[in-house]
Every structure is written in C-alpha cells, then in structure tokens.
C-alpha cells in the first residue's frame, strides 16, 4: 500500500519561505510523477505543480510561477516544495500525490491521481 506524508508546513509571514517535504512508502516511487495542490476553505483543489519522475521537469500553475519550485530526491523518496514569496492568497492544505504521467499539457486533474497523503497546512499572515 503506496502512503504519503507532507510535512514542512506552517504559520509564515507574508514575503517568507516555507519548504514543504512529501515521503513516499512506496518501492515504485521513482516510476511516478509527483504533483503537489492545495485547498483553500470554500474552494476547489487546485494543481500547484508537478515533478517528472526523473527530476527533469516540472510545470506549475501560472499562480505560483517564478516564486515556488518542485524537486525531488528518488534515492530518499522524498519530493519538495520549496515556496518563496508567499503571499496570503497561498495559504491552503497543501496535498502532494501520485500519477503515472504529467505533461505540459495536462498535470492539474485531481481524477489523474492515484495516491494523496493527507496534507499539511499553510497559513501566510498579511
């Protein structure tokens, strides 16, 4: 059974940085391409990023572009989300998982994602 954990969330000011990390159980994890979202309160989920399995590629939403960026270490099935900038239209329960395949032309569908860890919070203060 595939688990995820996200961790590395917290209260930050406006303007600060806050790295979020994703563990990964599973065995298979360098076959897998690893997207990070967030949910705000009354609003839908939305893809943030994802990651190429191989590290090679990432794609982002045009919201977080140039202030967050998504990497991963497959040797520590580990991933991250190094957020800079943050401003408090960020905050949200931020959620990474797992899909087979992310491409440019389509990474965000949540219906894509085969396992979800259960999310760490985010709260950035004005």
């Known amino acids: 059974q595939v688990q995820l954990e996200e961790s590395g969330g917290g209260l930050v000011q406006a303007g600060g940085s806050l790295r979020l990390t994703c563990t990964a159980s599973?065995?298979?994890?360098?076959?897998?391409?690893l997207g990070w979202f967030r949910q705000a309160p009354g609003k839908e989920r939305e893809g943030v990023a994802c990651?190429?399995?191989?590290?090679?590629?990432?794609y982002y939403a045009d919201s977080v572009k140039g202030r967050f960026t998504g990497s991963r270490d497959n040797a520590k099935n580990t991933a991250y989300l190094q957020m800079n900038s943050l401003k408090p239209e960020d905050t949200a329960v931020y959620y990474c998982?797992?899909?087979?395949?992310?491409?440019?032309?389509?990474?965000?569908?949540?219906?894509?994602?085969?396992?979800w860890g259960q999310g760490t919070q985010v709260t950035v203060s004005s």
């Open positions: 998982a797992l899909v087979l395949y992310c491409s440019a032309h389509g990474w965000s569908r949540r219906e894509d994602y085969n396992y």
């Open positions: 599973t065995l298979s994890f360098s076959s897998y391409h």
């Open positions: 990651v190429s399995s191989s590290d090679t590629s990432t």
